[in-house]
């Protein structure tokens, strides 16, 4: 097994032991099993830039503030220390929001630090002491499939609350083990007030995990826990454990396009109206007045005439 440097640099300075085994290689990182003294943990080695897969990142990154200005106008200019710090600030941000949404009661990874592109962070296992399963590797109960969506949409609001919206959620980036799903994979995760993408990102989130726990419980497909969360962020009454009803009513009046077209048309032929009455207008004014500039011409002409005779 090829250890790749951002490990061996971290067994150089003590935080790893050993690095046991690759657990699986995603479009952002490769996740590894190592050991730290008797624990066994999770480290995540993030992938170069040029070797990442991960689409349209400059929409995630919209809303990651830097405090430092130097920094700012550097990534601005996208120079070359740009880049780098560019490239910190992704790494780092997953691990600062594992931090966060642990504090803030969401089911997430334990986790113990980023070191030089490697995120340490707590290995997920399941009843057994393996590896914990993936959520699209699972089938439950209908009973099963409503209580763990209920804990999971309810981790979403935790999540926002925090200011935070996971970005990328789906049953591929759910744990699940006996005491409940666990979220991972963050590092795309977007700053809920910052972004102007972060409300269709949250309805694409709770529309991937709906969907998939809606296999087993089909009355979940019937449910808007969407629309219903973020107006609840939006007024300001969202709070970490609200009791959501899965549904929502619109109330805000749907626009008439068809009415609002017809009176621009309306608008528009009643301005062409009114210029073309005043061109008229004009032309009329213009027959009916004399021309004296022309009668005074045609008088010094003649005079002229008449000294020449």
Not at 51 to 72: C, L, M, P
Not at 152 to 162: E, G, K, S
Request: glycine share 8%.
């Amino acid at each position: 097994m090829r250890v790749p440097k951002q490990l061996k640099t971290l067994i150089d300075d003590g935080l790893v032991d050993e690095v046991l085994r690759q657990l699986m290689s995603g479009k952002e990182a490769t996740i590894f099993i190592v050991r730290c003294g008797d624990k066994i943990r999770c480290a995540k080695v993030y992938k170069d830039t040029s070797k990442r897969s991960f689409k349209k990142a400059v929409q995630y990154r919209e809303g990651r503030h830097v405090k430092n200005s130097r920094r700012g106008r550097a990534m601005a200019k996208g120079s070359k220390f740009g880049k780098q710090e560019q490239e910190e600030i992704w790494q780092h941000a997953e691990a600062d929001a594992l931090f966060l949404l642990a504090q803030s009661g969401v089911r997430v990874p334990k986790p113990y630090g980023c070191f030089d592109g490697v995120l340490l962070m707590e290995l997920v296992t399941d009843s057994e002491g393996g590896v914990a399963p993936r959520l699209n590797d699972v089938t439950m109960t209908p009973e099963q499939a409503q209580k763990d969506h209920a804990t999971v949409i309810q981790d979403i609001v935790r999540m926002l609350c925090a200011g935070i919206v996971h970005g990328d959620l789906s049953e591929f980036n759910v744990l699940n083990i006996e005491s409940g799903p666990v979220i991972i994979d963050l590092p795309q995760a977007v700053n809920a007030s910052g972004n102007n993408n972060a409300r269709d990102m949250l309805v694409r989130d709770v529309r991937n995990i709906t969907n998939y726990y809606g296999r087993f419980a089909p009355d979940l497909l019937k449910t808007k826990y969407a629309p219903e969360i973020w107006a609840h962020y939006e007024a300001g009454t969202l709070t970490p454990d609200i009791k959501l009803t899965g549904r929502f009513k619109d109330t805000r009046k749907k626009a008439d396009v068809k009415g609002v077209l017809g009176e621009v048309e309306f608008a528009a032929k009643e301005n062409q109206d009114r210029l073309r009455r005043l061109r008229e207008r004009e032309l009329l004014e213009r027959e009916q007045q004399p021309e004296p500039s022309r009668k005074r011409k045609n008088g010094k002409n003649q005079r002229h005439r008449r000294r020449r005779h």
